[in-house]
């Protein structure tokens, strides 16, 4: 019989205080298998730490949005927000699903080209497009929304030079009464600024006023906030139809929507507090049917929903590298991913899911990931069993912004794996190495030899 593992006894205050109404063991149940594929043979394959994704997850996601918005407004295209996740393999799967590309940089737009999508079902986004930049997108016939002044005194200049129209969209934003406002990107509205902007772009018939686009923010956790928004651009497109008597073709309400995870201080779980799809839906169509377009100029309804179609497709797959106890009592779990690859962990408490079965001894937690570095903090408490070194977790919902904003910081990425309908696990992401890393790297002749 093997020799059972001993631990020292600790004496430790009890704090009910992290408990929420529900009590303390809503958090876990084991999680062994993804998409009917054992975590234990993904890893045994792939490596940990490994990102696993799922194709009929996020095919799931982008069904039920589509039927969400489709069912109540006649005229709706979505665009996949590259930067909430561009590995190929994903982006492919929303486009195969009907998505345009929504792009923020050059890098992007080139992998919405590469990965096939015309340039005229492209949305050019983001403050930091440069003059060739513009003159791709325009050769492209993409549709640019512009930023700011900056940028449209640069388009006019662009667009005269290339002898070529270019369609455009003005980014506005808007007090919706969630605050802090995002008031960086765009034209406002309740100060004039927008309506300037429109000004100026319909006394240059090179640009083609055919949008209005806003983007109120991230994880918003009131759909009214949308109506308010979709009012607005309603407002502005109804103005420009009375001055210049021109419909305007499409209104884009970004993205923003909320996913499942849970917020960082928030005293419910987050799917009981986010609306659902169908709100988000709601507060925009029936604002703008109502708002008194004719029927021939109701204009095209754009979305630009990124984590909300993608967070509970993705899980990140990793193992225990050792426990501890700090000077406190309280237990320590060291994990072999950090916050390196879950950027995410700074603002949302992650589920954490064991992924065999475990003793019902439970206990609080903090969550270490293994970096050299105080900040590396994936759960600062949790209730979770006693997880020894060797056993492998699950962590949820970590499909938007993780494998965009992951770093390489002390470690490398690892392998990206997606799981298809048939349950075949297809590696859509290579894990990196020392040569990775060695490629982009020089190094000056005199410092090539040394002694010690
Ligand atoms: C980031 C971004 C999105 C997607 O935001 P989510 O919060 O992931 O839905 C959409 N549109 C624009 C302009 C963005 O910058």
Redesign the pocket.
Known sequence: MAKLSYERPVIQKLNTGSMNKFGTRTEYAPVSHIEGVAVKEIIAEYGSPVFVISEPQIRKNYQNAVRAFKTRYPKVQFAW?Y??NYLNAVCKVFHQEGAWA?V?SIFEYKKALGNGVPGNKIIF??PDKSEEDLTIAIENKSLIHIDHFDELYMLIEVVQKLKQKASVAI?VNMDTGVYPMWDR?GFNYENGQAWNAINKIMSHPELELNGLHC?IG??MLTASAYATAAWKLCDLAVNVKAKWNKPIQYLDL????ASANTLKGSYLQGPDIIPSMEDYAEAISSTILNFGFKQNELPTLFL?????LIDDAGYLLGSVIATKRLSDGRRATIMDFGVNLLFTAFWYNHKISPAQEFSHHTEDMVVYGPLCMNIDCIRESVNLPLLSKGDQVVVHKVG??NMTQWMQFIQMRPNVVMIDGQNKVHLIRHKESLDTMLQYEHLPQHLEKFEL
């Open positions: 927000s930067k909430t929504e923020v986004n983001g980014r990107f983007h991230t994880y970004g993205g923003g929507f630009e929903t990124g984590r909300a938007a912004y």
